[in-house]
T-cell receptor, first 116, second 113 residues
């Protein structure tokens, strides 16, 4: 079946520009996560959605970063006034509904963002 | 295992050998642990998980061991194959969170034919 998909796969932008990164989770998955992965590092948590609402956005580095999931499926990560330090791979993951406890997170291939 | 510097820990093995990748996790309240495999240009791929009420779990060619006393996790891969070459990450649910994973830095496994 179809996994998590992310578009674009690569994005090159200039410092100060606005970018949007899209994530299509696995159908039926209610939870959606965004992570950021810098070169040589493990993914770092950014934000978690349960349905349409952001249940935890504590990982967003500052107010230039924002994410939405208006219909509880597709999510968009938005970055304003991009900086060179925002360059990284942005990973999206989703997981199925669960009654309790942690659930396996299924990751997409990521969007590689390069800020020049 | 975990690195305190900028360089990724590496493990090089011969095809057919067994591999052991180690990880020290940070939060004693974490109760769910996962090993992910990440190939170049791809997202992390689930390998195996274990909950804190267990100390060992086996999958196909893989075994995860959990030692809560010293906060240590290991991944054993039997009969390592060239296709196993990748970066391996351990992850913990931060402090028992139902959703937030904290990843280790990763270990680069290279399998020589």
């Amino acid at each position: 079946g179809a996994g998590v998909s992310q578009t674009p796969s690569n994005k090159v932008t200039e410092k100060g520009k606005y970018v949007e990164l899209r994530c299509d989770p696995i159908s039926g998955h209610t939870a959606l996560y965004w992570y950021r992965q810098s070169l040589g590092q493990g993914p770092e948590f950014l934000i978690y959605f349960q349905g349409t609402g952001a249940a935890d956005d504590s990982g967003l580095p500052n107010d230039r970063f924002f994410a939405v999931r208006p219909e509880g499926s597709v999510s968009t990560l938005k970055i304003q006034r991009t900086e060179r330090g925002d360059s990284a791979v942005y990973l999206c993951a989703s997981s199925p509904p669960g009654t309790s406890g942690s659930q396996e997170q299924f990751f997409g291939p990521g969007t590689r963002l390069t800020v020049l | 295992g975990e690195s305190v510097g900028l360089h990724l820990p590496t493990l090089s093995v011969q095809e057919g050998d067994n591999s052991i990748i180690n990880c020290a996790y940070s939060n004693s309240a974490s109760d769910y642990f996962i090993w992910y495999k990440q190939e170049s240009g791809k997202g992390p791929q689930f390998i195996i998980d274990i909950r804190s009420n267990m100390d060992k779990r086996q999958g196909q060619r893989v075994t995860v061991l959990l030692n809560k006393t010293v906060k240590h996790l290991s991944l054993q891969i039997a009969a390592t194959q060239p296709g196993d070459s990748a970066v391996y990450f351990c992850a913990e649910n931060s402090g028992g969170s139902n959703y937030k994973l904290t990843f280790g830095k990763g270990t680069l496994l290279t399998v020589n034919p």
